[in-house]
């Protein structure tokens, strides 16, 4: 199973920052104070565990309520199981990934500053002196 969700919110952050994911995350580790990749990293990892967490328990309901397979007494406790953690998994992607592309959403690259050599500021030019009256 892909992870379309966890993919798409990965190469949003790539691109915003402008680095692969790994040496972002070198990066957000070595800071020791909390920044915005931090919570960035932090929110993908969640969307992306849940993401794994539901392609197990897919493939284990899948396991369980095989054709071939006889329910036995004490699978009906594994099925239900399984289809809760899978609602779980639902809720936690969607609820994630939804905050943390809307934070994504608001955030946004700035060009970075030309190194160009400043032309010198010229002085305003005088006001022309009010011609005197003579009488």
Same mark, same amino acid.
């Given at each position: 199973?892909?992870?379309?969700?966890?993919?798409?919110?990965?190469?949003?952050?790539?691109?915003? #920052?402008?680095?692969? +994911?790994?040496?972002? &995350? =070198?990066? @957000?580790?070595?800071?020791?104070?909390?920044?915005?990749? !931090? $919570?960035?990293?932090?929110?993908?990892?969640?969307?992306?565990?849940?993401?794994?967490?539901?392609?197990?328990?897919?493939?284990?309901?899948?396991?369980?309520?095989?054709?071939?397979?006889?329910?036995?007494?004490?699978?009906?406790?594994?099925? #239900?199981?399984?289809? +809760?953690?899978?609602? &779980? =998994?639902? @809720?936690?992607?969607?609820?994630?990934?939804?905050?943390? !592309? $809307?934070?994504?959403?608001?955030?946004?690259?700035?060009?970075?500053?030309?190194?160009?050599?400043?032309?010198?500021?010229?002085?305003?030019?005088?006001?022309?002196?009010?011609?005197?009256?003579?009488?």
């Amino acid at each position: 199973m892909t992870h379309t969700t966890s993919r798409q919110i990965a190469d949003h952050i790539e691109s915003l #920052y402008g680095q692969p +994911r790994a040496d972002l &995350e =070198a990066h @957000a580790d070595s800071t020791t104070h909390p920044n915005m990749l !931090s $919570a960035l990293l932090a929110g993908h990892r969640t969307v992306e565990f849940a993401e794994t967490d539901l392609a197990f328990q897919l493939q284990r309901l899948r396991q369980l309520t095989d054709p071939e397979r006889e329910i036995g007494r004490f699978d009906s406790g594994h099925i #239900y199981d399984c289809a +809760r953690r899978i609602g &779980e =998994a639902v @809720a936690v992607r969607d609820a994630q990934a939804r905050h943390v !592309s $809307a934070v994504l959403q608001s955030l946004h690259r700035t060009p970075t500053p030309q190194t160009t050599p400043a032309a010198p500021a010229t002085p305003p030019a005088p006001a022309a002196a009010p011609a005197s009256r003579t009488r």
